[in-house]
């Protein structure tokens, strides 16, 4: 039999049609339909959402959800249209298991259309799934012909990409095509120079000695000219403000090679350098402490706006008074930022002296600022001693609060404490005590009572002399006081012997 996926109907009606009579077929055998539904509403042993009946139509193994064990249960392959009853649907040597994992599609041999079969991507390490890896613009399989690396969006590391050395006419293997000492990368992005020719612009010159045409007096790799004209430092001299850092360098770092201190921190130029901040910012970090002060006064890092980790930055744990060394300044092990956050106090380890610590409450979802959390009447601490949920007034959802359960002596996590099938709350509607499961004590539970009509508050119900156990377990109505109709009551003809169930 062939299966459609051009059934218009819903995926078990159009299964149940195809399986049995063709989809469309508005004619069908009514015999033939309730067998088809019997067929596809069995047992199904193996948990697969493919009954029994039906796996043995189509082959598959009813006590095995997954027959051709490629890792994908039968009812999953059924639904996404793979073969049952092969591991590998598309025979690319891939199981359909891997290929769904891979996220490559286990119908199609080339799941990208990249050129390449989903196992040679395996093989080589790509993405099956995507037909450019690397996003360098070529496809793997074009990267494989060529011979660049279709994992590396540069192959030759010098600073194109693939696709853009194909286009510019470099060489994708020689990260200097022209050999001239400049990378291709540099001679496109920074020179704006021919990376196919030594010479670029032909004047006897080459590209490198064009770039780098002077030599400076004080060896700080800075012209004499560009010391006296753009930076204003001594060309006879390699540290002309004395903080310790090379002219050169500082130029590098865009720090004032005339100046010892150019953010004005208190700390040189070259101090900064050795600690890593930043000598152009006073506040490295920028965490409201200069980076003077988190050094020399506070211990922070100054690197880091939040040194402890706990989610404050220290200019604001210093204003709040907590600790910025210590990221669970009340040791409550809940971090300060997340208590800020929680509207807790980051000093008490419990906020709101419920008994619970600030970090439970979170854990909880309860609120560490209010004691009851839920308004029932029970403290959060003491509904956790109790089993209760602090976040729901009413825990077992009888209609009563916890905190009235803990009054009354019922129980909050059991919405029928006594377990006579009425809730706390409707026992207490109904006036039977709901710590005893048969209030009248007549042999029947409260809730069976009410389920049979008879008044859990009185034995006899009827007042015919049999107690409403009794009537029940006899077959006589304990709400008639003469089941039979014949005139006597139930309770004298069980004393007299006779059957109150017959005239």
Same mark, same amino acid.
């Given at each position: ?55 043995? =139509? ?9 027959? +051709? ?20 649907? %598309? ?6 298991? =891997? ?32 037909? *450019? ?7 793997? /399989? ?22 853009? &050395? ?27 120079? *021919? ?7 032909? +004047? ?45 360098? &500082? ?76 990221? %669970? ?18 000093? +008490? ?30 403290? *959060? ?26 009054? /009354? ?8 404490? %006594? ?64 089941? %039979? ?6 309770? +004298? ?11």
């Amino acid at each position: 039999m062939i299966l459609t996926r051009n059934c218009k109907k819903s995926p078990p009606a159009c299964l149940l049609l195809v399986l049995m009579i063709g989809c469309g077929n508005e004619f069908a055998d009514p015999t033939i339909v309730a067998d088809a539904a019997e067929l596809l509403n069995g047992p199904d042993s193996d948990g697969d959402r493919l009954p029994d009946a039906l796996e043995i =139509q189509l082959g598959t193994d009813p006590n095995n959800p997954d027959t +051709d064990g490629d890792g994908v249960s039968d009812g999953d392959e059924f639904d996404q249209g793979l073969q049952l009853l092969s591991a590998d649907s %598309d025979r690319d040597g891939i199981t359909d298991g =891997q290929e769904l994992i891979a996220g490559s599609n286990p119908l199609r041999v080339d799941s990208d259309d990249d050129g390449l079969d989903d196992d040679e991507e395996l093989l080589l390490g790509t993405n099956a799934a995507l037909a *450019d890896t690397d996003g360098d613009g070529m496809d793997d /399989a074009q990267e494989v012909a060529l011979g660049t690396d279709p994992l590396n969006v540069d192959t030759d590391g010098d600073g194109l990409n693939d696709l853009a &050395e194909l286009m510019a006419g470099t060489d994708p293997f020689n990260a200097d095509t022209d050999g001239d000492g400049l990378s291709d990368g540099d001679e496109i992005n920074l020179y704006a120079t *021919d990376p196919l020719l030594v010479d670029s612009d032909g +004047d006897g010159l080459d590209d490198f000695a064009m770039v780098n045409p002077d030599r400076d007096t004080d060896g700080d790799t800075l012209t004499d000219a560009d010391e006296v004209l753009l930076f204003g430092t001594d060309p006879a001299k390699i540290d002309t403000d004395d903080d310790g850092l090379l002219d050169q360098i &500082e130029v590098a770092l865009g720090t004032d090679p005339t100046d010892r201190d150019t953010d004005g921190d208190f700390l040189s130029d070259f101090q900064e350098t050795r600690i890593g901040t930043d000598p152009l910012v006073p506040d490295t970090d920028a965490d409201g402490l200069s980076d003077f002060e988190e050094r020399e006064t506070h211990n922070t890092d100054p690197l880091l706006e939040d040194t402890d980790g706990d989610g404050l930055i220290d200019g604001d744990e210093v204003a709040l008074m907590t600790n910025p060394l210590i990221a %669970d300044t009340d040791g409550d092990a809940l971090s300060d930022g997340e208590e800020v956050a929680a509207g807790s106090d980051p000093l +008490d380890p419990d906020s709101d002296n419920d008994g619970v610590l600030d970090s439970t409450e979170v854990a909880l979802s309860t609120n560490p600022t209010n004691a009851d959390t839920d308004g029932d009447g029970l403290d *959060d601490g003491a509904e956790i001693s109790i089993g209760s949920d602090p976040t729901q007034a009413d825990t077992d959802g009888d209609g009563l609060l916890d905190g009235a359960e803990v009054l /009354a002596g019922t129980d909050p996590t059991k919405a029928d404490t %006594d377990n006579d099938g009425l809730s706390d709350n409707d026992e207490i509607t109904t006036m039977t005590n709901p710590l005893d499961p048969d209030h009248d004590n007549d042999g029947l539970l409260d809730g069976v009572e009410i389920d049979l009509g008879t008044n859990p508050l009185v034995k006899d119900t009827d007042g015919d002399g049999l107690i409403d156990g009794d009537e029940v377990e006899l077959g006589t109505d304990p709400r008639s006081a003469d089941t %039979d109709g014949d005139g006597v009551s139930d309770g +004298d003809e069980v004393a007299a012997g006779t059957d109150p169930l017959t005239t």
